[in-house]
């Protein structure tokens, strides 16, 4: 089993940065595919960015693409995500995930979870 706990949300103003962070538990998380996901108030819950096992190939949703940027540390058993150019529409909570088969686009491709860290944007 592996562990999440995410951290580092919070208030920002519009166009200010974030940088969030997942820690994991366990010594296998460099194995693990990880995402970000997030969930705005009254609506579903919806794919930010992955990072795959092993050379750090990334996707990105269009939404965030060139403002967000999803990273590893594999020693410290960390998954970050740099979110810059902050929109009021960015705000939601932010999931982290992972997944022992794939760094995918769906949310039904992961199996671990966190707790969630609340981003709001303000304008």
């Known amino acids: 089993q592996v562990q999440l706990v995410e951290s580092g949300g919070g208030l920002v103003q519009a166009g200010g940065s974030l940088r969030l962070s997942c820690a994991a538990s366990g010594r296998t998380f460099s194995s693990y595919g990880m995402g970000w996901f997030r969930q705005a108030a009254g609506k579903e819950r919806e794919f930010v960015a992955s990072?795959?096992?092993?050379?750090?190939?990334?996707h990105y949703a269009d939404s965030v693409k060139g403002r967000f940027a999803i990273s590893r540390d594999n020693a410290k058993n960390t998954v970050y995500l740099r979110m810059n150019s902050l929109k009021p529409e960015d705000t939601a909570v932010y999931y982290c995930?992972?997944?022992?088969?794939?760094?995918?686009?769906?949310?039904?491709?992961?199996?671990?979870w966190g707790q969630g860290t609340q981003v709001t944007v303000s304008s």
């Open positions: 990072i795959s096992w092993n050379i750090g190939r990334t």
């Open positions: 995930a992972a997944s022992a088969t794939t760094w995918g686009t769906s949310s039904g491709s992961y199996v671990f």
